[in-house]
């Protein structure tokens, strides 16, 4: 048998709750999902990875993050990128069949309140999205993690 690669060894199972709440104007809008993925430290950085399965097919998504930075690459039937820099604008981009939009966050929050020894914790993201120039809302995304007991 195959020795794991090192990556492989240091992730452990979550399980992941995200909520996306989209303010604009006197309107909001709520988005939840729950699911399983993993979450691993490399380099200084924490990552957490999942797939949702939606019917346009299956999204793969890493989120990585570190003190003031942040990223969330999507994958699969979603192709997206979204930056985040602490009080910074970054550009990112959202594909679709029709064309590329580009996406500019204005991050206004950005932390992961993490447990010591576990992986189970609190990645939370307050900013202002723009796409194609044009303001889209403010957006509060919290990814709550919660490690998942792996049976014998």
């Known amino acids: ?9 240091q992730q452990t199972p979550v399980k992941i709750h995200v909520t996306t709440n989209i303010y604009n104007g006197n309107n909001k809008e709520s988005i939840e999902w729950v699911g399983i993925g ?4 490399k380099d200084g ?4 990875k999942y797939e949702e399965v939606i019917e ?16 969330i690459l999507r994958s699969g039937a979603v192709k997206m990128r979204l930056s985040f ?13 029709y064309g590329t939009f580009l996406m500019v966050t204005d991050t206004k929050r950005l ?17 202002d999205l723009n ?10 995304m919290t990814i709550q993690l919660k490690e998942e007991k792996v049976q014998a």
């Not at 048998?1 to 060894?9: A, F, G, H, W």
């Not at 820099?85 to 069949?97: D, M, V």
């Open 111 to 127: 932390s992961f309140e993490k447990a010591e020894d576990s992986p189970s914790g609190l990645i939370d993201i307050l900013y």
């Open 56 to 71: 346009e097919g299956t999204i793969k998504t890493i989120v990585k993050i570190t003190e003031n930075e942040g990223l």
């Open 1 to 9: 048998m195959l020795p794991l690669s090192k990556e492989l060894r």
């Open 45 to 48: 950085s924490s990552y957490v």
């Open 85 to 97: 820099l602490l009080n910074k604008k970054r550009n990112g981009s959202y594909e679709t069949p």
């Open 38 to 41: 993993q979450y691993l430290e």
């Open 131 to 140: 796409m194609n120039g044009n303001k889209n809302g403010t957006y509060h």
